[in-house]
Nanobody, 123 residues
Framework: QVQLVESGGGLVQAGDSLRLSCAAS????????TGWFRQAPGKEREFVAT????????YYADSVKGRFTISRDYAKNTVYLQMNSLKPEDTAVYYC????????????????WGQGTQVTVSS
């Protein structure tokens, strides 16, 4: 069983930065693609970014390209989401998810989910 614990959310102003962390309890992190999804109030949960188990492949939603960066630290079994130039429309609960994925954009393919961390960006 894989457990994911997110941290790093908070309240910031537009233009600020935040770094989210997703700590995973896995023995072989290279097996798992790990991604971030977000859900804003009244909206469907949407894909944000994901990184392959090897760390070689990274994918981003168009809305965050150039502003967000996903990375992973194997020594700490942690995946990070560095968020720069935050906008009010980035306000959402951010979820970390992991699995052995065929299509990284489909949340249904992710087997394990964290509890979420709130990010609020004020204008």
């Amino acid at each position: 069983q894989v457990q994911l614990v997110e941290s790093g959310g908070g309240l910031v102003q537009a233009g600020d930065s935040l770094r989210l962390s997703c700590a995973a309890s896995v023995r072989t992190p290279t097996r798992y693609t790990t991604g971030w999804f977000r859900q804003a109030p009244g909206k469907e949960r949407e894909f944000v970014a994901t990184i392959s188990g090897t760390g070689l492949n990274k994918y981003y939603a168009d809305s965050v390209k150039g502003r967000f960066t996903i990375s992973r630290d194997y020594a700490k079994n942690t995946v990070y989401l560095q968020m720069n130039s935050l906008k009010p429309e980035d306000t959402a609960v951010y979820y970390c998810a992991a699995g052995t994925i065929s299509n990284v954009y489909y949340q249904e393919e992710y087997d394990y989910w964290g509890q979420g961390t709130q990010v609020t960006v004020s204008s």
